[in-house]
Structures are given as structure tokens and as C-alpha cells.
């Protein structure tokens, strides 16, 4: 019979996450690993594999928990709320990038500019988080054409693919060092660009509440 594990594995997997998103894939070995945890490197290699198999596990870990933030922010109420929920994630995007003063960035960024072109696995992870999170936007601007708050006329896909790839840049250029009020002004200006009904005046629309990632 295996014996229980004596360690907390969330806790690891949190650690080992910290150390790969601070030094990235190809700085951090598995002696650091083994110093942020408090595990021997055979209690790492046991539970959890070599540091490919388990920066995979972290990376995995990371996706989902991307995709969720954008669940609960997003294609979930009436769709008289739509463009308000979409304003809400934009401007969720833009704090959470001005408030890493490390300016770490985001694992699934980091890890797939490092690793993607020669990981199948990353590769895969990272399109398939892209793709669930262009779905989401996609729904809710559907959503709010469907209310009049979006011109009817304008391709939702397109416009979900322009307000990813803001959102996704938001981070890229907020680690390059734009300070926070330009990362505010970019979620601003990517949601006033939003096609509005003729007739309908293009809206202020300023942050949700804010939840952490």
C-alpha cells in the first residue's frame, strides 16, 4: 500500500508556480524548485515527475484558472448587462497588470513566448486557453448586440479577437513598463471603439469591482 504524501501538494504546486512565473522555464532547476518547497528532489521527481511534467502541471493549473476569472466576469447574467460585463473584464485585465509591480506577467504569457514553439504540450494549453477565451467574449458582445448596445451589423468574432488581443497586449506592454494610467487609458479606448448602433452615443464605461486572479 503507497504511503500518504507528507506534504501539502496545492501548497507545492504554488511554490513550484512562483518560482518558474519569477525565473522562468530555462532559469529554474530543480534544486531551486527543491528550496522554494522544502522537498528533496526525489520527493519532486516522485509526485510530480521531471520539471517538464511538472511545469506542465503548473501551467495547466494557470490556464484554468485564467478561463475561470473570464467565466465569472463573463456570459453569465441578462444581456441588458453585456457590454457592462465586458467593460468589467477589460478593466480587471488593466488593474491586475498595474498592480504587478514585480511585473512578472502572466505564466500563460511568459510560458508560452518561451516554450511553445518546441512543446507540444504548452503549444496546445496555450491555444486552447486563447480559444475558450475568445468563445466567452464572443458570446457576451453577441450579447450585447442582441440588446442594441453593439451595432448588429459588426462581426462579433473580429470583435472578440480585437478585444482579446487588447487585453492580452495590456499585459505585455504593462511588463514593458507603461505605467498604470496608460493601461487604463488602453482598456478605455478598446471598449469606446466597440461599434455602436447608429444612433447611440458611445459610453464612458468605466471599471467593475475588482477581483483578484
Known sequence: MARPRAFDEHQVLERARNQFWSTGYAGTRMDDIALATGLGKGSLYGAFGDKGKLFHRVFDDWCTAVVEVAEERLADGPDAEALSRLSGYVHLMAEN??????????????????????????????????????????????????????????????????????????????????????????????????????????LAIGPGPAREN
Open 97 to 202: 497588470t498595474a498592480s504587478d509591480t514585480e511585473r512578472r506577467g502572466c505564466l500563460l504569457a511568459k510560458g508560452a513566448a518561451e516554450l511553445a514553439q518546441h512543446d507540444a504540450t504548452v503549444a496546445k494549453r496555450s491555444a486552447d486557453t486563447m480559444t475558450a477565451l475568445l468563445t466567452l467574449l464572443r458570446t457576451e458582445i453577441s450579447a450585447a448586440q442582441r440588446h442594441g448596445d453593439i451595432d448588429g451589423a459588426a462581426d462579433p468574432e473580429r470583435l472578440a479577437a480585437l478585444l482579446l488581443t487588447v487585453v492580452r497586449g495590456i499585459e505585455a506592454v504593462g511588463k514593458a513598463g507603461l505605467d498604470p494610467e496608460t493601461l487604463r487609458n488602453i482598456a478605455d479606448t478598446a471598449l469606446a471603439v466597440l461599434p455602436r448602433p447608429e444612433g447611440k452615443q458611445h
